[in-house]
């Protein structure tokens, strides 16, 4: 249409809008068309007619009417004609559509008219900066001012948000045909010309952006949600949270995806919110993809992981036990909310509320280890989150914190799990809830030869012991039935803490203990030859050479003789370690069997000081010697200058004498040695006197 259908004398172009009747459906121009009128399917909203249909309309209503009411009928459509009309929106979704499209025919700028001006503008830079200013001083009028000193700001209720967004993007983008995109229209064609000229379109795509994000929010009727701040980095993610705690799940994602912001917390608020709605297979959903599956596994719990397992867990301990097993009888899944069983527990539970009853839930207690028992449904839910998603630690530990020793002990086995693993998250809880009974039981039911259990104990053993755990190690060993190493263990037990023979005496249960341990490891054992080594192919215990065995427990019963010794030696007052701590500085612990040759050779000396006299404890004494190769002359010596310094002299002689009865090899040689100490001795004291009778027991003449 080129010209006015009315008055035939108007030429449509840039400067004369069309215009058409919303009554006959006519192309007018803006002169025939300065009536407006209510019309039949625009609901109450006037709306432009062509002059003709307005004086058509008035005609026949009036010829239709009384006299009487012909003036009152002239007033009401001179009052409709002359209103000034408000563009105002209400909560009628038909009025508002005529409201804007009205508004858009007479208000509304022509974004085609704009760009074809301005493309003959004559400053190429000058064309992409108007049109970009254009959209920010739109972007201005989503606020208005409340207090201009403090120069703050809130949203605009009297703007219609949805098209001032439409406007400046449509001024972004050329080829956007509605005119709800204006202002990215604008900021599109901004860059386009950006692009052409060869400068940063940086600008258009943030103004791009904002428009993408501001749709979302009209759309998601979130308009009060808009920054004050400006959609920048911190304005976005207060919206994107501010919609999180609204649970605007989808407007959300939208956000954080159009703003480039992660994703990962507005997935696992959504996993969330579905996990305590009862929306099971939707929170797996949700959390797929914001924790990573497979393996390696983590070395810990990711913290979103503990959070579902304690929803999970506190969901089942709110639950009515009743609400439970209906949910159970119906052999469904949580699918949806209405299948929840925390939703049929509270249904279930008002007509109780309204009278003033509260359900009272209460906890199954543990009859085993460390926390409460957790019913099957939910127990199964978590255990799907854990195997996926989960450490093994953290499998572990939610095994045993819901008293499931086994399920925990056979994860270990099926996935070969680090010793370390092993220790620390199964052995010690259940060493620190006295559950080491049941672990034993468990793993003896999983391997009755404990073979496949090798690694993990004597990893655990080790661990003890550098701990100083031996009691827990002494327990371990005799469930791992090693006789060697719990013999060992009972003979620290011997020794930890005496500061005397006296002491070591009270401890003497502990010798036994060992001693018969040992002993079963002989009755026990399968030997072959007297000098082949024992079957060592399991390595869980540690074997000995049965020679090798009878010799510990010699050592057990010789160090039980001269415990008794030396204890009767302190019990008759006599100066034993005092005695030691002279001969032997610095004496770092008491004396005994199972220490080094050095602590062998100190308590064959003290054997033979210390007794009544030298041959009292002289047998004694020479059975460690022969029992454990000693030197005997490096021994004798040692007792002999030690009886020379206290003018023992008589002792001396009687040790000379105890020497060549012995049958030890070489007596006087032995003699000749001990002798020419003692006499070095009493020299240095000037004890001449009692020099002349043990010179005379010197059998070599030239010492002599």
Not at 127 to 132: N, S, V
Not at 314 to 328: L, Q, V
Not at 341 to 355: E, F, M, N
Request: charged share 25%; aromatic share 8%; net charge neutral.
């Amino acid at each position: 249409v080129t010209e006015c259908k009315c008055c035939r004398s108007i030429v449509f172009s840039m400067f004369n809008r069309r215009h058409h009747c919303r009554r006959c459906g006519r192309v007018v121009c803006a002169v025939c068309s300065t009536r407006r009128m209510q019309v039949s399917g625009y609901g109450d909203v006037s709306v432009r007619v062509c002059d003709d249909c307005y004086s058509q309309t008035v005609c026949s209503e009036v010829s239709s009417r009384s006299i009487e009411s012909k003036s009152s009928l002239e007033a009401e459509l001179k009052a409709a004609d002359t209103q000034v009309y408000l563009w105002r929106l209400n909560n009628d979704v038909v009025h508002n559509s005529t409201v804007r499209e009205e508004f858009s025919y007479e208000y509304a700028p022509s974004v085609s008219l704009c760009l074809a001006i301005l493309k003959l503008h004559s400053d190429n830079l000058a064309y992409p900066r108007f049109l970009l200013n254009s959209c920010k001083y739109m972007m201005q009028r989503l606020w208005r001012e409340v207090d201009t000193r403090a120069m703050s700001k809130v949203a605009n209720t009297e703007v219609d948000y949805n098209l001032v967004i439409q406007m400046v993007s449509k001024t972004l983008m050329v080829d956007y045909m509605r005119l709800f995109m204006i202002r990215r229209s604008l900021a599109l064609a901004a860059k386009v010309k950006y692009s052409q000229l060869g400068s940063s379109v940086a600008e258009c795509d943030r103004l791009l952006s904002e428009a993408d994000v501001l749709t979302t929010l009209v759309q998601a009727g979130c308009a009060d949600l808009i920054p004050v701040q400006g959609l920048n980095d911190a304005g976005l993610r207060v919206v994107r949270d501010l919609l999180v705690d609204k649970e605007l799940w989808l407007p959300a994602m939208d956000v954080s995806t159009k703003a480039g912001l992660d994703k990962t917390g507005v997935w696992a608020a959504w996993g969330k919110a579905c996990l305590r709605a009862g929306c099971w297979r939707e929170a797996r959903d949700r959390f797929s993809h914001c924790l990573e599956p497979g393996d390696p596994r983590p070395a810990r719990n990711p913290p979103l992981l503990n959070d579902i397992v304690q929803i999970l867990v506190t969901g089942a301990y709110n639950m009515d036990p009743g609400s439970i097993e209906a949910h159970k009888s119906r052999n469904t899944e949580f699918t949806s909310v209405v299948s929840c069983p925390a939703v049929l527990h509270t249904l279930a539970s008002l007509k109780d509320i309204t009278r003033g009853i509260y359900p009272q839930t209460n906890v199954a207690e543990n009859t085993v280890i460390i926390g409460p028992k957790l019913d099957s449904l939910f127990y199964a839910e978590c255990r799907y989150y854990l195997s996926t998603y989960g450490s093994h630690a953290g499998i572990l530990a939610f095994y045993l914190q819901h008293d499931d020793l086994s399920a925990a002990l056979r994860h270990v086995f099926a996935r070969k799990l680090d010793p370390e693993i092993f220790y620390n998250i199964v052995y010690i809880p259940c060493l620190c809830h006295d559950m080491i009974a049941d672990l034993h039981v468990e793993m003896t039911l999983l391997d009755s030869s404990l073979d496949k259990w090798k690694h993990y104990l004597c990893h655990v053993c080790l661990q003890l012991e550098r701990r100083g755990l031996l009691n827990v190690l002494y327990q371990l060993q005799l469930f791992m039935k090693d006789n060697v190493r719990a013999a060992m263990s009972c003979i620290r037990f011997y020794k930890a803490g005496a500061r005397s023979y006296s002491d070591l005496a009270t401890n003497l249960r502990h010798l036994h203990l060992a001693q018969k341990h040992l002993e079963d490891e002989l009755a026990t054992g399968r030997w072959g030859a007297p000098d082949q080594q024992a079957d060592i192919s399991s390595g869980l215990s540690m074997k000995l050479k049965p020679w090798e065995v009878n010799q510990h427990i010699s050592t057990i019963l010789r160090q039980m003789e001269v415990n008794k010794f030396l204890h009767i030696c302190e019990i008759e007052r006599r100066p034993v370690l005092q005695l030691a701590a002279q001969l032997f500085p610095p004496l770092t612990g008491v004396p005994t069997l199972f220490g080094s040759n050095s602590e062998r050779l100190q308590l064959a000396v003290l054997v033979v000081l210390c007794g009544k006299n030298v041959e009292e404890a002289f047998d004694l004494a020479f059975r460690i010697i022969q029992d454990y190769h000693l030197k005997a002359s490096r021994v004798f010596c040692l007792v002999g200058s030690k009886l020379a310094t206290d003018n023992r002299i008589v002792e001396i002689e009687q040790l000379i004498g105890s020497i060549q009865r012995s049958g030890t090899s070489d007596p006087s040689v032995i003699c000749d040695e001990v002798l020419g100490v003692s006499l070095q001795v009493l020299a240095e004291k000037n004890e001449l006197e009692a020099v002349e009778p043990l010179v005379r027991l010197i059998t070599d003449l030239d010492k002599k």
